[in-house]
T-cell receptor, first 111, second 112 residues
Framework: DGGITQSPKYLFRKEGQNVTLSCEQN?????MYWYRQDPGQGLRLIYY???????QKGDIAEGYSVSREKKESFPLTVTSAQKNPTAFYLC??????????FGPGTRLTVL | QKEVEQNSGPLSVPEGAIASLNCTYS??????FFWYRQYSGKSPELIMF????GDKEDGRFTAQLNKASQYVSLLIRDSQPSDSATYLC????????????FGSGTKLNVKP
């Protein structure tokens, strides 16, 4: 089955910790994205990548970092510099009509 | 000014009725428009997209686009309780390759 997987589904972070969220896709899509969603809010773009070894900051990149070493993978690290990281994190990739498909998400909670 | 605006709702309709969801956008050069459905606690799923002025139908769903008015809507015919969800409007910016702007969503409740 083609699709996007994210892990873990739930993640708990202690103050001062860096954590990494995994995103893998087997859709052969070039472009991938990371969004953050807060309760009752829309999606805000953190980072996006149009091609391997290249990525761009989105609207709320501070406190986050990414890498794109393989086409299939686009991991997101939430660093200790992100002061309010509790949120629902969504990874997406885009198809031939620019439509974006989302993974199931990771819910991050700061303890 | 927000890039994409939606009424947060909730919009309540009886089962079998037509639900009308609306979205306005600020970037006049935007070319591509998408509607997503998001159930509580789940990720968004693509319903349909539209590029050209006019209507596009897919089953019970119809997307309507009016670029002159910078307005896009989604009609759901014969609404079912399973349609109860938050509907997100997304717009692909003209000058930002593959960068989407999302509205905050409209919550739809379909009452049996």
């Amino acid at each position: 089955d083609g699709g996007i997987t994210q892990s873990p589904k739930y993640l708990f972070r202690k103050e001062g910790q860096n954590v990494t969220l995994s995103c893998e896709q087997n859709l052969n899509h070039d472009a991938m994205y990371w969004y953050r969603q807060d309760p009752g809010q829309g999606l805000r773009l953190i980072y996006y990548s149009q091609i391997v070894n290249d990525f761009q900051k989105g609207d709320i990149a501070e406190g986050y970092s990414v890498s794109r070493e393989k086409k299939e993978s686009f991991p997101l690290t939430v660093t200790s510099a992100q002061k309010n990281p509790t949120a629902f994190y969504l990874c997406a990739s885009s198809g031939s009509w620019n439509e974006q498909f989302f993974g199931p998400g990771t819910r991050l909670t700061v303890l | 000014q927000k890039e994409v605006e939606q009424n947060s709702g909730p919009l309540s309709v009886p089962e079998g009725a037509i639900a009308s969801l609306n979205c306005t956008y600020s970037d006049r050069g935007s070319q591509s428009f998408f509607w997503y459905r998001q159930y509580s606690g789940k990720s968004p799923e693509l319903i349909m997209f539209i590029y050209s002025n006019g209507d596009k139908e897919d089953g019970r769903f119809t997307a309507q686009l009016n670029k002159a008015s910078q307005y896009v809507s989604l009609l759901i015919r014969d609404s079912q309780p399973s349609d109860s969800a938050t509907y997100l409007c997304a717009v692909l910016g003209e000058n930002n390759f593959n960068k989407f702007y999302f509205g905050s969503g409209t919550k739809l409740n379909v009452k049996p």
